[in-house]
């Protein structure tokens, strides 16, 4: 029986130990090294452990300021709308991130977007602290983040913020605006794969710039902790080789 009871103690072990091996999470979520583990197109650079997007170019953003003032990689934004572009990156069709995608009576033009694919479970759930900033006092431009699963509905586009809600002064800035920090959180209903992107775009011009920050990505399981269900284990374990014991 005291066997037995070990043997058995060590199989929930093992499985224990597998299953949280078997665990996915963000690679690199403090951007602490940089843009390791996320794909990115437009202007993107990560300065100082925190992702910035832009809806710069070098050629004709940010007066009254030089050109590309507010670029963030030496990088312009890449184009929306055409095929090759940010809507092909984070997987959406064609003009379908526009706040009119039947007519197109308001359309983005230009912007960036990172990305990054990782395995989730039932229960699991995304975080990350996120600010949008703006100059644009003309135009609504956007912010979202797009979440593509291998499961449950398959593709969200789930909005942040637009430039008309960054009221809040920035310091050091003469003309951008932000929301303040925000953070989001996603409770995924199913297991499987998941590729979340992030985009910031302009809305009907290209003559100012917006940008998205985001921070501290995490993707907290649902699944007790390995240290705790290991202990856990361990104390039934324990009870039950002490009570054949004192059978015996």
């Known amino acids: 029986m ?9 199989a929930l072990l093992g499985s224990l130990m597998i299953s949280s091996l078997a665990q996915a999470d963000i690679t690199n ?11 990115t197109f437009g202007d993107v650079a990560a300065p100082s452990g925190t992702l910035v997007l832009s809806t710069a ?33 984070v997987g959406v069709a064609l003009g379908s991130l526009d706040p009119d995608p039947i007519n197109h009576t308001s359309v983005l033009w230009e912007g ?11 229960g699991d759930t995304l975080s990350f602290d996120w600010n949008l900033l703006s100059a644009d006092r003309d135009f609504a431009d956007q912010a979202f983040v ?11 586009v789930l909005a942040l913020a637009n430039a008309s809600l ?44 917006s940008l998205l920050t985001v921070d501290n ?10 240290t705790m269900a290991l202990l ?15 059978r015996g």
């Open 2 to 10: 005291h066997h037995r009871q070990l043997t058995r103690l060590g």
């Open 29 to 39: 979520g403090d951007f602490a090294n940089g843009l390791s583990g996320w794909q």
């Open 57 to 89: 170019t070098l050629g004709s953003d940010d007066y009254p300021f030089a050109d590309g003032h507010h670029n963030v990689s030496g990088q312009d934004a890449g184009v929306i709308g055409l095929p090759g572009g940010l809507e092909d990156f």
């Open 112 to 122: 960036s977007a990172a990305r990054q694919s990782f395995a989730v479970q039932a």
């Open 146 to 156: 797009v979440i593509n699963t291998t499961f449950g509905n398959g593709l969200q």
């Open 166 to 209: 960054a009221t809040n002064a920035v310091p050091g800035s003469t003309d951008l605006l932000q929301t303040g920090v925000n953070q989001f959180s996603h409770t995924f209903t199913g297991a499987g794969l998941v590729t979340m992107s992030w985009v910031v775009a302009d809305l009907d011009d290209s003559a100012k710039t």
């Open 217 to 226: 990505v995490a993707l907290t399981s649902a699944v007790p902790e390995p």
């Open 232 to 246: 856990a284990l361990l104390g039934v374990g324990a009870l039950g080789v002490i009570r054949v014991n004192r």
